[in-house]
Nanobody
Framework: QVQLVESGGGLVQPGESLRLSCAAT????????MGWYRQTPGKQRELVAR???????NYADSVKGRFTISRDNAKNTVYLQMNSLKPEDTAVYYC?????????WGQGTQVTVSS
């Protein structure tokens, strides 16, 4: 049984930073990719950032230059450093891990950017 445990969400003011963490626990084989998605009420879940097995990364255009994704393979953990946060970054952020033969999702962590 694989579980993704997220942490690091919260309430910040515009321009501030947050760091999200997601640790995969349980019977883990090889993790091919890990990523972060976000969702707001009434909208589809969207990709924020993803990091592949060879540390290749891709980002949503809206977060390029502000967010950085990284992973620690020894800890089966992925991080999302979010700088210069904007009110439009407010959402529930979900961790995702591609561990064949399926994808796994975390429970979600709320990020609120408001003055």
């Amino acid at each position: 049984q694989v579980q993704l445990v997220e942490s690091g969400g919260g309430l910040v003011q515009p321009g501030e930073s947050l760091r999200l963490s997601c640790a995969a626990t349980g019977s883990i084989g090889r993790i091919y990719a890990m990523g972060w998605y976000r969702q707001t009420p009434g909208k589809q879940r969207e990709l924020v950032a993803r990091i592949g097995n060879g540390d290749s990364t891709n980002y949503a255009d809206s977060v390029k230059g502000r967010f950085t994704i990284s992973r620690d393979n020894a800890k089966n953990t992925v991080y999302l450093q979010m700088n210069s946060l904007k009110p439009e970054d407010t959402a529930v952020y979900y961790c995702n891990a591609a561990i064949p033969p399926r994808n796994y999702w975390g429970q979600g962590t709320q990020v609120t950017v408001s003055s």
